[in-house]
T-cell receptor, first 112, second 109 residues
Framework: IAGITQAPTSQILAAGRRMTLRCTQD?????MYWYRQDLGLGLRLIHY???????GKGEVPDGYSVSRANTDDFPLTLASAVPSQTSVYFC???????????FGDGTRLSIL | GQNIDQPTEMTATEGAIVQINCTYQ??????LFWYQQHAGEAPTFLSY??LDGLEEKGRFSSFLSRSKGYSYLLLKELQMKDSASYLC??????????WGAGTKLIIKP
């Protein structure tokens, strides 16, 4: 079934540890996005990529990095996790600017 | 700054009609999206408006007034499975989505 796969589904992590959240899509979408969703707040964009080989910063990029080596994969790395990064992380993709975004099932991350 | 406002929570009765409002102030406008999100799940796309007026899709309709910075999502013949959060998002001048915090809709029998 075509779609977006995120891994892991959930993770508990000690503060200071490095963590990579994986995101893979098989729809050949050009654009991919990473959001975090916190209670009472709207989805906030962390980083995005309009096409393979390019990335950009969103609203809340500090403490996170991304890469887009190919069309399908868009991993998000927390270099040194802090408790304020406890959140639900969603990866999304879309064919282009004016198209709806399709979301993965999310990764629930707790930093202790 | 950029801002999307939606009511935090609404309650409606099964079989009834409910209207969820969204007002926005953004740097530019390149379309407005509505998404549905069930608890613990991913958001799923419902509708897209870029021109003023009403877009109808089955039991769901979405309206846009760009001059008023206003949209609403209308849900008819409510079913228990419609209990979810409804997210309004506006694409700004940089073609990035600005999201509201969502409206939690509770359907009572």
């Amino acid at each position: 079934i075509a779609g977006i796969t995120q891994a892991p589904t959930s993770q508990i992590l000690a503060a200071g540890r490095r963590m990579t959240l994986r995101c893979t899509q098989d729809m050949r979408h050009n654009a991919m996005y990473w959001y975090r969703q916190d209670l009472g707040l709207g989805l906030r964009l962390i980083h995005y990529s309009n096409t393979a080989g390019t990335t950009g910063k969103g609203e809340v990029p500090d403490g996170y990095s991304v890469s887009r080596a190919n069309t399908d994969d868009f991993p998000l790395t927390l270099a040194s996790a802090v408790p304020s990064q406890t959140s639900v992380y969603f990866c999304a993709s879309s064919p282009g600017d004016n198209q709806p975004q399709h979301f993965g099932d999310g990764t629930r991350l707790s930093i202790l | 700054g950029q801002n999307i406002d939606q009511p935090t929570e609404m309650t409606a009765t099964e079989g009834a009609i409910v209207q969820i409002n969204c007002t926005y102030q953004t740097s530019g406008f390149n379309g407005l999206f509505w998404y549905q999100q069930h608890a613990g799940e991913a958001p799923t796309f419902l509708s897209y408006n870029v021109l003023d007026g009403l877009e109808e899709k089955g039991r769901f309709s979405s309206f846009l007034s760009r001059s008023k910075g206003y949209s609403y999502l209308l849900l008819k013949e409510l079913q228990m499975k419609d209990s979810a959060s409804y997210l309004c998002a506006v694409r700004d001048s940089n073609y990035q989505l600005i999201w509201g915090a969502g409206t939690k809709l509770i359907i009572k029998p």
